[in-house]
């Protein structure tokens, strides 16, 4: 019996090692990057920071956090007037393809919610909205953690209250 149970210790000490190469851990990542956001009626940046977690090799999830840093200015009968980016959040499903050890290719979707205010001499507005969003983009590893992304996002929010496309280029960092 002594001899069984040390034969089942010995095999499962060499599986082991095997099967953890096959099912990795999840593992998470964050980005901290630039946003450039084009909407209809206003063109505006912010410094946005992401969280997310490998479930495995092609399917992550992802949250998003964003501060506005750039406003638009704008003009109407010849009185000037600013658009300012407060603040963004959202949450996404992450589809991976990895194409080599350092590429990969993204698609994601997710829903969202955006801040702007409208300041305008008499009238200060404040403007939000709650989007479906859909996206894609890739991640190029520098080495096995730190990496640069890029991509793009379309917002479409709710109520036909229109759309915009967010540009953004990031440090990335797998922990």
């Given at each position: ?37 084009e ?67 993204f ?5 969202g919610?955006?801040e ?27 080495d ?32």
């Amino acid at each position: 019996m002594r001899n069984i149970l040390l034969a089942a210790v010995a095999v499962s000490a060499i599986a082991a090692p095997a099967f953890a190469q096959t099912n990795p851990e999840p593992r998470g990542y964050g980005s901290l990057g630039y946003t450039h956001l084009e909407g209809d009626n206003a063109t505006t940046g912010a410094v946005t920071g992401r969280l997310g977690v490998n479930l495995n090799r092609y399917l992550a999830l992802e949250t998003e956090a964003s501060v506005g840093v750039k406003d638009d200015d704008f003009t109407v009968a010849g009185v000037d007037g600013t658009t300012k980016h407060e603040w963004d959040a959202a949450g996404y499903v992450v589809g991976k393809v990895p194409v080599s050890d350092k590429l990969e290719l993204f698609a994601r979707g997710g829903y969202g919610h955006t801040e702007l205010k409208q300041e305008f001499p008499g009238a200060n507005t404040d403007v939000g909205g709650d989007s479906w969003n859909y996206g894609a983009g890739a991640n190029y590893y520098l080495d096995g953690v730190n990496g640069l992304r890029a991509d793009w996002t379309r917002r479409d929010y709710r109520d036909d209250a229109g759309e915009a496309d967010a540009y953004s280029l990031s440090y990335i960092r797998r922990f």
